[in-house]
C-alpha cells in the first residue's frame, strides 16, 4: 500500500468544468460531507494530491 503522503486522487470529468471535491470519513447512513478542495479540469482528467490525510479512512466525491 501506498504511504498516506502518496496517496492522490484520480478524477475524471468535463475539460474546463468546475468541480467541487468533498471529503467523509465513513460511508454510514447520514454520512456529512465537508468541503476539501475545488478545480477547474485543465484536461479530461486530473490528479489530485492527498498530502496529509486526516484519518486512517477517508472517502471522496466531486460534484460539477
Do not use: C, D
Not at 478542495?37 to 466531486?62: C, E, G, K
Amino acid at each position: 500500500l501506498p504511504s498516506p503522503t502518496n496517496a492522490a486522487l484520480l478524477l475524471y470529468g468535463q475539460h474546463g468544468t468546475n468541480y467541487v471535491v468533498e471529503s467523509a470519513t465513513n460511508l454510514g447512513w447520514g454520512t456529512t460531507w465537508f468541503p476539501w478542495t475545488n478545480l477547474v479540469l485543465s484536461n479530461s482528467f486530473q490528479f489530485i494530491p492527498v498530502n496529509h490525510p486526516t484519518n486512517p479512512a477517508m472517502f471522496f466525491r466531486a460534484k460539477h
